[in-house]
Nanobody, 123 residues
């Protein structure tokens, strides 16, 4: 299984970015997906998760109402739309996957991880 995250970059506070994570080596529609992030000097943090069918989502408190997770099972890709970005959203963002219908906010629940894409939000 391989996960390739992309879409990170530098954006001003209040701006938007859309991250993508392309998956290969798995039957994508049978895996739940998630995004985590890790800021410098901090532990990795849950951002959002989506069920294998896309009908269930969950979000970390820090991003609720600003970020939206979605997926396209025809393209084996999960997305993270990030709006109203804040400097505290600066982090490396990782996608992760698990072979179950829906997974939660614990890192231990995920079996495979991507390499991360860096997001920097300037004030």
């Amino acid at each position: 299984v391989q996960l390739q995250a992309s879409g990170g970059g530098l954006v001003q506070a209040g701006g938007s970015l859309r991250l993508s994570c392309a998956a290969s080596g798995l039957t994508f529609s049978t895996y739940s997906m998630a995004w985590f992030r890790q800021a410098p000097g901090k532990e990795r943090e849950f951002v959002a998760a989506i069920s294998r069918s896309g009908d269930l989502t969950s979000y970390g408190d820090a991003v609720k109402g600003r970020f939206t997770i979605s997926r396209d099972n025809r393209k084996n890709t999960v997305f993270l739309q990030m709006d109203s970005l804040k400097p505290e959203d600066t982090a490396v963002y990782y996608c992760a996957t698990a072979p179950r219908p829906f997974s939660g906010y614990g890192e231990y629940e995920y079996d495979y991880w991507g390499q991360g894409t860096k997001v920097t939000v300037s004030s």
